[in-house]
């Protein structure tokens, strides 16, 4: 059953933002893509991520967000944090529940700590609150592999890093297909998104959180570095941590309790 399903863009200074919305529940929650997202929008994906997050339909209005459209040179997570925060004022969204899922995890890092009433409760999936020297060398490799348009290349190795390989057994035969489509027209926006990730760093600011927090990661992530989850549950007061041994930077994808476990942290003491 679909519950209440919304595709849109709203105004955003000279540019816009998409998004997607379904649920029949009041509470929004609020969910933030990754680094995917300077690939592909999630315009036009409204049912494929309504059947991948249709576990939280019934008990909140989901919104999950793109970046705005039109980027500028060093477009930072903090920024986006701040775009983000004015579009949820426009939605007339005072605050929600927010997941951030690795550079969505930046930026909500950012939204928590510099507008701390917009967000109520807080989950950060496969992220980190600063660089690593694993972050560094991968986020460069993709910069290479998207400037010298091998787009075949960065997908495939984008997927080689974030998966397990009983994960990866079962991707690697559609290879030829994954790899021939959602080629953009120009990496010019994935560039600037992949630059964001190499400066974040909401470390210090990551202390003064205080809406309750659930961090989750995988103790093999290849893509952000091990122990980057354990760095921002400490770092965040009374936060909870969840890692999942053997699994890496698609934990949230390959772990079957993943979104059962952040719905019932969302739902804790609602009910």
């Known amino acids: 059953m679909f ?33 995917s997202d300077g690939l592909k929008t999630v315009k036009g994906q409204v049912v494929p991520l309504y059947l991948y997050y249709r576990q939280f339909a019934r008990d909140f209005r989901v919104y999950i967000f793109s970046r705005k459209n039109n980027l500028t040179k060093n477009y930072s997570t903090r ?21 951030g899922i690795s550079q969505g995890g930046m930026v909500a890092q950012h939204l928590a700590i510099e ?27 993709w910069i290479g592999l998207a400037e010298a348009g091998s ?18 057994r079962k991707y690697r035969p559609f290879y030829p297909i994954i790899s021939r489509l959602g080629k953009p027209a120009s990496f010019e926006r994935f560039l600037i998104q992949a630059s964001a990730c190499l400066n974040h760093d909401a470390y210090q600011g990551l202390k003064t959180i205080r809406c309750p927090t659930l961090v989750m990661g995988g103790d093999c992530d290849r893509v952000v570095g091990q122990g980057t989850s354990q760095e921002i549950a400490t770092r965040i007061p009374h936060s909870q941590l969840i890692v999942y041994p053997g699994l890496g930077h698609g934990a949230y994808e390959e772990a079957p309790d993943f979104n059962q476990r952040v719905n019932d942290f969302l739902l804790s003491g609602q009910r």
């Open 3 to 35: 519950f209440k399903i919304e595709e849109n863009s709203l105004a955003l200074g000279n540019t816009s933002m998409d998004y997607v919305a379904f649920g029949q529940g009041q509470q929004p929650f609020v969910i933030l893509p990754g680094l």
């Open 79 to 99: 920024d986006m944090a701040q775009d983000q925060h004015t579009a949820l004022e426009k939605l007339g969204i005072k605050s929600a529940y927010v997941m």
């Open 115 to 141: 507008f701390p009433n917009s967000v109520e409760k807080l989950v950060i999936g496969v992220s980190l609150a600063r660089q690593t020297d694993t972050i560094r060398r991968v986020i460069k490799s």
């Open 151 to 168: 787009y075949q290349e960065l997908v495939i190795d984008t997927m080689e890093k974030t998966f397990t390989p009983q994960q990866l």
